[in-house]
């Protein structure tokens, strides 16, 4: 099994920028990708960003793409999501999940999920 926390939300004004970090323990994730993905009130849960595991590698949403960067460190089991010029349309809980292997859009692909934590953006 492999627990993941997510930190860094809360209540920003339109414009600013948030970092959120999501930490793995529990078994070893040598080898997983990692990823965020959101959910707002009443609209399904949405990809945002994935990177792999040697960090080679990351894929994000279109629309976010230029704002948002994700990041990582292996030896600290941490994922990390840099949210710039954030905007009230980017307010939804933000979800941490990792799955062994190649990166994935698709959240049925990860096996493995955070709690999630809220980013609010007032206008």
């Known amino acids: 099994q492999v627990q993941l926390v997510e930190s860094g939300g809360g209540l920003v004004q339109a414009g600013n920028s948030l970092r959120l970090s999501c930490s793995a323990s529990?078994?070893?994730?040598?080898?997983?990708?990692m990823a965020w993905f959101r959910q707002a009130p009443g609209k399904d849960r949405e990809f945002v960003a994935a990177?792999?595991?040697?960090?080679?590698?990351?894929n994000y949403a279109d629309s976010l793409k230029g704002r948002f960067t994700i990041s990582r460190s292996n030896t600290k089991s941490t994922v990390y999501l840099q949210m710039n010029s954030l905007k009230p349309e980017d307010t939804a809980a933000y979800y941490c999940?990792?799955?062994?292997?190649?990166?994935?859009?698709?959240?049925?692909?990860?096996?493995?999920w955070g709690q999630g934590t809220q980013v609010t953006v007032s206008s």
């Open positions: 990177i792999s595991w040697s960090a080679g590698s990351t």
């Open positions: 529990g078994r070893t994730i040598t080898g997983y990708a």
């Open positions: 999940a990792v799955r062994e292997g190649t990166i994935r859009r698709s959240a049925s692909g990860y096996e493995y």
